[in-house]
């Protein structure tokens, strides 16, 4: 049976096929380094995880590459607030992310791209839209012309803001050609940094640093771009727009996919709404930062979760549950490959993580089943669970 993903591209399920044989190209967005990492963050980011740990358990050869937004107006804005240079502040936060991402055994990605070491990429992308009459320059920086990318609008199916969306960094200026269009490259305005350039002094969009970065590690077009399912319109969509009207290649990316909202009172978690759950706030709290990812790996990764600390306290039972079981199991058997057919079956009708996790509750209770084997099949499953199973005295 063939792995199927949901393309949000496409709106439909799909047979996954790679652009080559064997291997696997995949870009996740990753953060703007300004703040304590959340957990509509850690549900992103463990879903996609999960996703490069089952490609590799079905035997691919995965590229995972990850872009860390290390200069933008947030980070500029917050660091005037502490007093602190962006820089700083960035390389500050990245480190706490980072260490998050390890705490929640996310170990999948390849590359963590810092956007600030692909300025001559950048400018570079930005050159070769303008030769095209792409993009346009006025007053405060270049602009993408979004009349001029007749698929614009493809992966959403709109050409506007809708409440949900992230903040789009769509740069208002009177001068633009459309509503719609959003800044390549900003020029140098005081006191923000900047990068001396044939462009002029002064800093990326938002958008372009990605579609950089991932034409430098993965090339042009590569197989599996995700994130969150806010990041659609108009990031995604800029993406699209500038990469393929750059290369002249569609499409950019095979296979999008989208992870839902986590949800705190049936409103999106979130940084700018201010209602958001650090990571580290629950961790510190005692609760274990696998306990998290198994209370994200209950539920579908398209499907919108509502948290709340009743669920997580639920999930942290299970986890311990479980994980005392596997303590309590030992000797050397084999995998049961009954039990392993029916655990990816889950995972190839695109990533039914609640199922997967219900066949191994299953497979506990199966009396049939020697305590060896169960050992043997549940430290194989973990390898893409990345639950942190394994027995250690």
Partial sequence: MAIKLHNTLTGSLEAFEPLKSGKVGMFVCGPTVYDFSHLGHAKTYIQFDFLARYLGYMGYEVTYVQNITDIDDKIIERAREKNVEPNMLAEEYERYYLEDMAALNNISVDKYARAHDYIPQIVDQVKRLLAKDMAYRISDGYYFDIKQFEDYGRLSG????????????????????????????????????????ELGEGRPGWHIEDTAITESELGP?????????????????????????????????????????????????????????????????????????????????????????????????????????????????????????KFTEKLENDLNTPQALAVVWGLIKDKDISPEDKLATILDFDKVLGLGLEYKK
């Fill in 221 to 341: 077009q590569y197989d599996i771009h995700g994130g969150s399912m806010d990041l659609i319109f108009p990031h995604h969509e800029a993406e699209i727009a500038q990469m393929e009207s750059a290369s002249g290649l569609k499409p950019m990316v095979k296979y999008w996919l989208h992870t839902g909202f986590l949800n705190v009172k049936t409103e999106k978690m979130s940084k700018s709404l201010g209602n958001f759950i650090t990571i580290r706030a629950v961790t510190e709290k005692g609760v274990s930062p696998l306990a998290l990812r198994y209370l994200f790996l209950l539920s579908h990764y398209r499907t919108p979760t509502n948290f709340s600390f009743e669920a997580l306290e639920a999930a942290e039972n299970a986890y311990n549950r479980l994980k005392k079981f596997v303590a309590g199991l030992l000797g050397t058997g084999v995998v049961d490959e009954s039990y392993k057919q």
């Fill in 158 to 197: 709109r050409l506007s803001l809708e409440p949900g969306d992230a903040v789009s960094r769509i740069d208002e200026n009177q001068e633009k050609r459309n509503p719609g269009d959003f800044c390549l490259w900003k020029f140098r305005k005081e006191d923000d940094p900047y990068w001396s350039t």
